[in-house]
């Protein structure tokens, strides 16, 4: 996983996290609900980053933990999510879709690795064309 619960609560704070991640109202996040969130929100990373880097992303580039904050935050609203928190979440899904599209990298800490890329030669398959010189002959 990308983000961690400190993570969610850093961005949301402690009373929002309480409010949409106590499903049986003890006054503690359920650590099950939280980490089923951020596993949901890592998986999305992955699908999308996967494209181009080698996943799961070691060192975890800070983007990328931003992206599953806002992610697993959305995921943990059942209903009513606040347009904040969509808002977040489109934003994230952009940023996503851009890195799948090569419009941008993620960013590594001075010092740190760069993810590895996966990008390359892409190969294609197709049938044998219908339409030749040979079978138009006489057309």
Do not use: C
């Amino acid at each position: 996983m990308y983000a961690s619960l400190d993570d969610l609560i850093e961005r949301a704070g402690e009373r929002e996290i309480l409010q949409i991640a106590d499903r049986d109202r003890d006054q503690i996040a359920d650590a099950e609900v939280v980490e089923a969130a951020l596993a949901n929100a890592a998986n999305l990373v992955d699908g999308y980053v996967g494209t181009r880097y080698a996943t799961p992303l070691s060192p975890v580039p800070d983007l990328a933990r931003t992206w599953s904050v806002s992610i697993a935050r959305y995921f943990l609203y059942a209903n009513n999510r606040p347009q904040e928190v969509v808002d977040d979440y489109k934003d994230a899904l952009s940023g996503l879709k851009d890195v799948a599209a090569k419009r941008i990298s993620l960013p590594v800490a001075e010092g740190e690795q760069s993810p590895t890329d996966l990008s390359g030669t892409t190969l294609a398959v197709h049938p044998d064309p219908v339409f030749t010189p040979q079978k138009l002959r006489g057309w």
